[in-house]
Nanobody, 115 residues
């Protein structure tokens, strides 16, 4: 089982990034997928989650209105589009897969927002 995130990097304030997470989990559509983030010295927090079929999404307060989660089950991929990024969004962003008692995490991708 593997979740691999990509798309992180350095971006200026006000910029955008799209993160991707590819999962070698089957059936991928059974798993609710989420993005979490963890900044240095802070607890890991939920950014967004999406149901298996993609019909339901939920957002944490930190990026509500500035982020959109989506998924493509044919590609075993979940995305996080982030807009109007702020320095406070600097963190490691993790992908999580959840189904019944099964929980998997990716290794994370670093997002740095700085001028």
């Amino acid at each position: 089982v593997q979740l691999v995130e990509s798309g992180g990097g350095l971006v200026q304030p006000g910029g955008s990034l799209r993160l991707s997470c590819v999962g070698s989990i089957f059936p991928f559509s059974s798993y609710a997928m989420s993005w979490y983030r963890q900044a240095p010295g802070k607890e890991r927090e939920l950014v967004a989650s999406i149901s298996g079929a993609g019909g339901r999404t939920d957002y944490g307060d930190s990026m509500k209105g500035r982020s959109t989660i989506s998924r493509d089950n044919a590609k075993n991929t979940v995305y996080l589009q982030m807009n109007n990024l702020e320095p406070e969004d600097t963190a490691v962003y993790y992908c999580q897969a959840l189904w019944q008692q099964l929980t998997y995490w990716g290794q994370g991708t670093q997002v740095t927002v700085s001028s």
